[in-house]
């Protein structure tokens, strides 16, 4: 059975901290990994990953894929408030369909 | 451009009511795609459109039904309401998968069911 999951399911941390947020995948017929971030709204698009060991930057933020242990990583340095969201992984395959995971909850505390 | 839209953004039914979710999108996207989203979950697939007149069931299905007579609309038809179906529905769409997977979303339907 095809399964997305997201390590950990919450984490506290303060001001300036460093955050990694894992996700792994079991998926047939994959394409992409998807990074989204999700403020009690819509989720809007971080990144985007497709070739495994290319890291891809944004800012404070960071991801890079895994594909032969099936993973991905999701940094984020010198964390603000700003950053307080659920995170949320998801896996696409050759029909566009995203399988997400859980998500993790990331509060950063002033 | 509007981008996806979604009407109503909230909405409550008594059980065994009826009603259809609105979803359009202005930026001639081929694939559109229903999720919906419980309390402290991440999103999991309803139903899926490849094109105007294609639709194809994703993970959680039952209870839902859509279809897709234009490019632009792809509505989200519930029968029967039950408490179950108490969600936030998202509706999102790519161009193709050719072009892009990165999906786009509208902003999310808060529907209850009591």
């Known amino acids: 059975e095809d399964k997305v999951v997201q390590s950990p399911l919450s984490l506290v941390v303060h001001e300036g901290d460093t955050v990694t947020l894992n996700c792994s995948y079991e998926?047939?017929?994959?394409?992409?990994l998807l990074w989204y971030k999700q403020e009690k709204k819509a989720p809007t698009f971080l990144f985007m990953l497709t070739s495994s060991g290319i890291e891809k930057k944004s800012g404070r933020l960071s991801s890079i894929l895994d594909k032969k242990e099936l993973f991905s990583i999701l940094n984020i340095t010198a964390t603000q408030t700003g950053d307080s969201a659920v995170y949320l992984c998801?896996?696409?395959?050759?029909?566009?369909?995203?399988?997400f995971g859980a998500g993790t909850q990331v509060v950063v505390t002033p | 451009n509007a981008g996806v839209t979604q009407t109503p953004k909230f909405r409550i039914l008594k059980i065994g009511q009826s009603m259809t979710l609105q979803c359009t999108q202005d930026m001639n996207h081929n694939y559109m795609y229903w999720y919906r989203q419980d309390p402290g979950m991440g999103l999991k697939l309803i139903y899926y459109?490849?094109?105007?007149?294609?639709?194809d069931k994703g993970e959680v299905p039952n209870g839902y039904n859509v279809s897709r007579s234009t490019t632009e609309d792809f509505p989200l038809r519930l029968e029967l309401a039950a408490p179950s179906q108490t969600s936030v529905y998202f509706c999102?769409?790519?161009?193709?998968?050719?072009?892009?997977?990165?999906?786009?979303f509208g902003p999310g339907t808060r529907l209850t069911v009591t």
């Open positions: 999102a769409s790519i161009q193709t998968v050719q072009s892009s997977y990165e999906q786009y």
């Open positions: 998801a896996v696409t395959d050759s029909w566009g369909k995203l399988q």
């Open positions: 459109s490849v094109g105007a007149g294609i639709t």
């Open positions: 998926v047939t017929n994959f394409r992409s």
